[in-house]
């Protein structure tokens, strides 16, 4: 079953007891709203022990729920895990298998599936609907939760840095990065999202390493040459809005099992 991708460019999706119903919203002033609306689609991954997996974006609806796209890193092996947005509520969410494919297996990115349990209504991100021209050097934001240096009850804060989406790659490097931009990202925000105003082009994947300098490969294992190669260490990369949708179009609602197995979660213990 194809997977429905946010049909309408600002939306908000109203969750009831039968679940997504779309509804347009009316246009807003994006310079003083753009920042609250990245933040209202942003969420925080963790265990349900309360351990910081990393950062997602809200993406896409489907039968009985929503999308979050992250990196493969941050969920690693999970199966189950809590997803928690700006109101600080936890929900259990379901991480989908890598499919099988020449690159998907390897593409650092997963969807999360999160079933509807509340009748507050959740946001999701615009995806872009052309590939950005980066030779215009435009500005983006990345977002996440940065993993705090103390644990705070309240979770990790929100965050999102500015810079210049950069014309680096002509092609995709191992896991999938296509977008290289200067916007700092820190530990914890991997799986946020890059967006250009309120519009998600890709998600956070890697921060720039100068200390540690490797050798970056493309997607069919041959080493990027020497020059390209210490750019790459001195930028950000990230996945594009492009190999989401892929994702998306691919993906199917998790079985009635799989789902009833979420009950056994406990994102929100009670305190004593």
């Known amino acids: 079953m194809k997977t429905f991708i946010q049909a309408l460019s600002a939306s908000t999706v109203v969750l009831t007891f039968g679940c997504a119903h779309a509804i347009q919203q009316q246009p807003s002033k994006p310079e003083i709203t753009a920042s609250a609306q990245r933040q209202s689609v942003t969420v925080f991954l963790r265990e349900a022990t309360g351990t910081q997996l990393g950062s997602g974006v809200l993406v896409g609806s489907d039968i009985g729920g929503y999308w979050i796209v992250t990196n493969r890193h941050v969920v690693q092996q999970q199966q189950q895990l809590c997803v928690v947005g700006a109101d600080k509520k936890a929900i259990a969410g379901l991480v989908l298998p890598a499919r099988k494919g020449k690159f998907s297996k390897d593409l650092d990115l997963a969807l999360v599936f999160l079933p509807c349990t509340s009748k507050e209504p ?53 896991g999938g990065f296509d977008l290289a931009y200067t916007s700092g990202v820190q530990k914890g925000m991997s799986g946020g999202g890059v967006f250009i105003g309120g519009e998600l082009i890709g998600i956070n994947g890697t921060h720039a390493n100068p200390l540690w300098p490797g050798q970056w490969r493309d997607q069919d294992g041959k080493a990027v040459n020497e020059q390209l190669n210490n750019k790459l260490e001195l930028v950000s990369l990230g996945i594009s809005a492009a190999a989401i949708k892929v994702e998306l179009n691919a993906a199917v609602v998790p079985s009635a099992e799989r789902l009833n197995s979420l009950y056994l979660l406990k994102c929100n213990p009670v305190s004593p």
């Open 122 to 174: 959740f946001k999701l991100a615009p995806l872009a609907s052309q590939p950005v021209n980066t030779r215009l050097l435009p500005i983006v934001h990345s977002t996440g939760y940065p993993t705090p240096l103390k644990t705070n009850p309240d979770g990790p804060p929100y965050s999102e840095n500015e810079g210049l989406l950069l014309p680096l790659l002509k092609n995709p490097l191992e």
